[in-house]
């Protein structure tokens, strides 16, 4: 793949996306107790707010090096791709943050701490939303669709 093809808001696309979704895997939040600890990853705090920016995420990816690559075309859209990138990332960048923000209830009075997987998940999201941001800029300007 050349990544020449690659604007910089391709890169950022791609490259938050993946991030996401491997985040996504990775520990969210870790419970200790007693000399015990136990962590939980994206997947383990529900579908909303993992799995929804983790697919986005991956989607966005694979719709931007696919279609670079010249292996895949794909359809019109009934928004410009800038448009659905920024959307798809600003959703992702809204789900992951508002988990940071309220972060989990623990049973019984045990604490629930944030993991280093849900931060790094917040700042992919971020860029995620930054690189949507970004593309339909690159639309706005130029005056076409572009993918």
């Known amino acids: 793949m050349d990544l020449s093809k690659l604007s910089t808001s391709d890169k950022v696309i791609a490259g938050s996306g993946l991030v996401l979704f491997i ?31 983790a697919l986005l995420g991956l989607a966005a990816a694979a719709v931007v090096l696919l ?50 997987g849900l931060f790094l998940a917040t700042l992919a999201a971020l860029a995620f939303a930054a690189g949507g941001f970004m593309k339909y800029r690159e639309e706005q300007a130029s005056g076409r669709s572009s993918i």
Request: cysteine-free; overall charge negative.
């Open 67 to 116: 279609t670079k690559a010249g292996t895949a075309n794909v359809p019109d859209l009934p928004i410009t791709w800038g448009q659905a990138f920024l959307a798809a990332g600003a959703l992702s960048a809204i789900l992951v943050v508002l988990k940071l923000i309220m972060g989990e209830d623990g049973a019984f009075g045990i604490d629930v701490d944030r993991a280093w």
């Open 23 to 53: 985040a996504s895997f990775l520990p969210w939040f870790e419970v200790s107790v007693a000399g015990f600890s136990e962590s939980g990853n994206g997947w383990d705090v529900g579908f909303v707010w993992a799995g929804i920016p």
